[in-house]
């Protein structure tokens, strides 16, 4: 149960969270406090979980190496029972005479070793002793490696990295909520209490190894987005964009369902370790396993929003508030993302060639629509959906070439890092730029100009987080980009190789005109340019939200000059294969 300490911790708090906020009748700021303590401690419990797996679990490099030595440790037995056999003979063949004289060797040795049972029982009771303590030993030492419990979690370090990700998320979008509610007076503690929820969703899908689960974990994920997005109803656009994404959500989960059942029908395994089994004894696959695995590409490609099922994002990020489209494009699509790239990892689904012609076509797509689309924008929510479209083909990328294993899983987690501090860099400075009350957030090119001379520091970790996405040398974006063009050229995908170029090019074309719009002086009156055009910095005005994004845009600076630790850190996270 250990190993299951954060999906306790965030269960436990939020019953916790329920019974005060319903029987004392918790403030916001209260809400706020005890959201983010109970996923601080679910965020230590992972952390703790992670490092003791990290270094008792050993590193796993290929999964073809692993079902070698296992093919090899099946045949070692069956090589064994020859030398049985012969014993066997040998005994049938042996005479009755040397029997008979090995019965009264016995009999003369009885009383011998009769007076040494007691020596023995005596020295039986003192190593039974030790035997105990070490079987707790080894017991002990088997919950911190990486395991299943039972057959719908799966407990490793890819897991629990992934899981560190998100909560590190949900505590960074609860101090942005609080001030962006904090000029209202009513309580809002209904949107923690879904935020909780959405944390347990994202929780639950990365640990999983069953497809129920699976399942289970997207729609705990998804139906509390559909709160958060119509939360603030009386902003413009929000119950549009909230009934937008329930209807096509609800949609997408049948497609998806309907995948899970022909999966079965074909297999007769839900554990992504069955599937692989299934999948890689099978002489060809049949066409009721082709169309199941399309309808789930249907499904999972409507919850990354790549093409041709992106064309809600948009839409849901102009009508969603800013802190609730930090979750869309971080938590809502990272965790979906890690779990797929579970079951890639484990289950041969690219190896057949229809499947994986479909996965080029939707990357090379989503790259080109998402980077074109966005050079069109004036709205940076709008400009973020497409970038957002644009970001999850380049990594649809690291699936196909997937069976380059370790290189695959070291772009994954080095790309999705970057690209979740790009964007608490980027969204969290509009949220703060923004409040509740208003009916839209400051998420225009013209509210943005000239940010730097009112807000410098906002300003300043925006602007890191745009030259990030852009994949500019000295940030973590450009490491990530560079990894995947890396991989793309060991795994020979030249399309995408010329698509992740091109797209950059066009990327750094419309994130160098909203870094130049932050750091234009605003247009005054003479009599107002001595009032208006000056830095105002407070050192005062500087508090937690603050220093979250000044610390992620630190990061991002940190890993784009001095990567190695990133590598470290991503290298630890070793999954579990079998």
């Not at 965790?335 to 041969?348: E, G, M, T, Y």
């Not at 070439?401 to 501090?421: H, K, N, R």
């Not at 745009?466 to 990530?480: C, H, K």
């Amino acid at each position: 149960m250990i190993a299951l300490s954060p999906i306790i911790v965030l269960s436990l708090a939020i019953i916790v969270f329920l019974f005060l906020l319903f029987v004392f009748k918790l403030s916001t700021k209260g809400c706020a406090i005890l959201t983010v303590c109970g996923l601080t401690c679910a965020l230590i419990c992972s952390m703790m979980v992670g490092y003791k797996i990290s270094f008792s679990t050993q590193a796993i490099t290929d999964i073809s190496s692993d079902n070698m030595q296992i093919s090899a440790s099946i045949s070692e037995p069956a090589k064994e029972q020859n030398p049985s056999s012969e014993e066997t003979i040998a005994i049938d063949t042996v005479s009755t005479e040397t029997t008979e004289s090995s019965n009264e060797d016995e009999t003369i040795n009885i009383d011998s070793n009769t007076e040494n049972n007691s020596i023995d029982n005596k020295n039986i009771d003192t190593n039974s002793n030790l035997g105990d303590n070490s079987n707790i030993d080894d017991e002990s030492k088997d919950e911190w490696k990486a395991h299943h419990i039972t057959t719908l979690f799966t407990c490793d370090g890819y897991g629990l990295l992934y899981t560190s990700l998100i909560l590190m998320i949900s505590i960074s979008v609860a101090c942005f909520a609080y001030r962006w509610f904090k000029q209202e007076q009513h309580h809002h503690g209904l949107f923690y209490l879904i935020l909780l929820f959405m944390a347990l969703g994202g929780v639950t899908l990365i640990y999983a190894s069953h497809l129920i689960v699976f399942f289970i974990g997207i729609e705990l994920l998804s139906i509390p987005f559909v709160g958060l997005i119509g939360y603030q109803y009386t902003q413009t656009h929000s119950l549009e964009a909230a009934v937008k994404y329930m209807i096509l959500s609800a949609i997408a989960s049948v497609f998806l369902l309907m995948g899970i059942a022909f999966y079965y029908a074909t297999t007769g395994e839900l554990t992504f370790s069955g599937l692989s089994y299934q999948l890689s004894t099978m002489s060809y696959p049949s066409t009721l396993l082709l169309i199941g695995v399309c309808l789930m590409l249907v499904g999972i490609g409507f919850k990354l929003s790549l093409v041709p099922f992106q064309l809600w994002l948009p839409d849901v990020y102009q009508g969603a508030p800013t802190i609730v489209a930090l979750l869309l494009s971080t938590v809502g699509k990272v965790a979906i993302f890690c779990a797929i790239a579970r079951l890639f990892l484990l289950a041969p689904i690219v190896n057949n060639e229809t499947i994986r012609i479909i996965l080029v076509i939707m990357a090379f797509c989503s790259i080109l629509w998402g980077n074109l689309l966005a050079l069109m924008q004036s709205s940076l929510k709008r400009l973020l959906a497409y970038s957002s479209i644009a970001h999850f083909g380049y990594l649809l990328t690291a699936l196909i070439a997937v069976q380059y294993q370790v290189l695959a899983l070291e772009t994954i987690g080095v790309y999705l890092i970057g690209y979740i501090l790009a964007n608490i860099c980027i969204l969290g400075a509009i949220s703060l730029d923004s409040h509740s009350n208003e009916l839209q957030d400051h998420e225009n090119e013209i509210d943005l100009s000239g940010l730097f001379w009112r807000r410098p520091i906002l300003a300043l970790a925006m602007g890191v987080g745009l030259l990030s996405l852009a994949g500019t040398p000295l940030t973590a974006g450009f490491v990530g980009r560079f990894l995947l063009v890396l991989l793309g050229v060991t795994a020979e995908l030249w399309w995408l190789v010329a698509a992740v170029v091109i797209g950059s090019a066009l990327g750094l074309y419309f994130y160098a005109r909203l870094i130049i719009n932050l750091y234009i002086r605003p247009v005054c009156r003479d009599d107002q340019i001595s009032s208006k055009s000056s830095i105002k910095l407070k050192w005062t005005d500087i508090r937690i939200s603050e220093l979250i994004i000044v610390l992620c845009a630190l990061l991002t600076m940190l890993c784009g000059i001095y990567p190695k630790w990133l590598f470290n850190l991503v290298s630890m996270a070793q999954y579990l294969t079998t």
